[in-house]
């Protein structure tokens, strides 16, 4: 099966960089997502990490660690429009691409 | 399409009556999911399409759920016997599903189908 934590929710302020912290067991892995979703909004697609490491887009980082079975979304440089819920999400793998969820973290980006 | 189009947006059903929701994922995608979202909570899966492959649909939470999909095309979710328990925000979403390819794995969402059950 699939287990997927994350923190409900985290408070940071603009300008700021905050860590969203994502840990996660599952039977098979063939992949770790972040996910973005504004409120009553479609999840949008953040990044994909498959191997270890650090991957940069702009404002936001993600990294992943296999073997500690633990990836973290960096966001720098926050800004209201940041508000939202960052979904962790992992593929079972092992023949069937189930991606499961986390519940989500609610940020809430403060002036 | 452009993206993925869910329809209807919004469905208001009494409790005990069936409903319908059509997902009409991007031209090309070979994979399908259906997820189910309660208010402020995270998304559940409901059932996975991949091509002509027999679909996984192990997060369906009984048998009142059911979903279809023609070919590598559209998809219907369906509910029998509505209970106020499956109001929701139920989201679609389809991915290239090429294996080997790396954005072949990336979901993209439509906006929802919002069901409210009185």
């Known amino acids: 099966g699939q287990n997927i934590d994350q923190p409900t929710e985290m408070t940071a302020t603009e300008g700021a960089i905050v860590q969203i912290n994502c840990t996660y067991q599952t039977s098979g892995f063939n992949g770790l997502f972040w996910y973005q979703q504004h409120a009553g909004e479609a999840p949008t697609f953040l990044s994909y990490n498959v191997l270890d490491g650090l991957e940069e887009k702009g404002r936001f980082s993600s990294f992943l660690s296999r073997s500690k079975g633990y990836s973290y979304l960096l966001l720098k440089e926050l800004q209201m429009k940041d508000s939202a819920s960052y979904l962790c999400?992992?593929?079972?793998?092992?023949?069937?691409?189930?991606?499961?969820f986390g519940k989500g973290t609610k940020l809430s980006v403060i002036p | 399409g452009a993206g993925v189009s869910q329809s209807p947006s919004n469905k208001v059903t009494e409790k005990g009556k069936d409903v319908e929701l059509r997902c009409d994922p991007i031209s090309g995608h070979t994979a399908l999911y259906w997820y189910r979202q309660r208010l402020g909570q995270g998304l559940e899966f409901l059932i996975y399409?991949?091509?002509?492959?027999?679909?996984?649909k192990s997060g369906l939470p009984s048998d009142r759920f059911s979903a279809e999909r023609t070919g590598e095309s559209v998809s219907t979710l369906t509910i029998q016997r509505t209970q106020q328990e499956d109001s929701a925000v139920y989201l679609c979403?389809?991915?290239?599903?090429?294996?080997?390819?790396?954005?072949?794995?990336?979901?993209?969402f439509g906006a929802g189908s919002r069901l409210t059950v009185l």
């Open positions: 399409f991949q091509g002509n492959s027999a679909p996984d």
């Open positions: 999400a992992a593929f079972s793998g092992a023949g069937s691409y189930q991606l499961t």
């Open positions: 979403a389809s991915s290239p599903g090429l294996a080997g390819a790396r954005g072949a794995n990336v979901l993209t």
